[in-house]
Nanobody, 116 residues
Framework: QVQLVESGGGLVQPGGSLRLSCVGSGFTFSRYIMKWYRQAPNKEREWVASILSGGGTDYATSVKGRFTISRDDAKNEVYLQMDSLQPQDTAVYYC??????????WGQGTQVTVSS
């Protein structure tokens, strides 16, 4: 059974940091491109960051320089280190795995709230 399980969300003050984790099971994790998306209230889901199976990374303009995506294939985990968080980063963050643009899986999401 394929699963992606996110963790690490929570409430943080503006300027603070959080580290999200996503652990995968039931598929060959190392072969998949791993991505983070987010969805704020009343907005569409948006892509945040990607990491290729070879380790190359890419970021949305809105988070570049503040967020860092990484992976540990030995643990079947992908991470999103989020620094300098702002209220506009408030959203449910989702982990996504994709392979050959055909096979794709989603986690259930973890809430991140940035507020004073």
């Amino acid at each position: 059974q394929v699963q992606l399980v996110e963790s690490g969300g929570g409430l943080v003050q503006p300027g603070g940091s959080l580290r999200l984790s996503c652990v995968g099971s039931g598929f060959t994790f190392s072969r998949y491109i791993m991505k983070w998306y987010r969805q704020a209230p009343n907005k569409e889901r948006e892509w945040v960051a990607s990491i290729l199976s070879g380790g190359g990374t890419d970021y949305a303009t809105s988070v570049k320089g503040r967020f860092t995506i990484s992976r540990d294939d030995a643990k079947n985990e992908v991470y999103l280190q989020m620094d300098s968080l702002q209220p506009q980063d408030t959203a449910v963050y989702y982990c996504n795995a994709i392979y050959a643009q055909i096979y794709t899986f989603w986690g259930q999401g973890t809430q991140v709230t940035v507020s004073s």
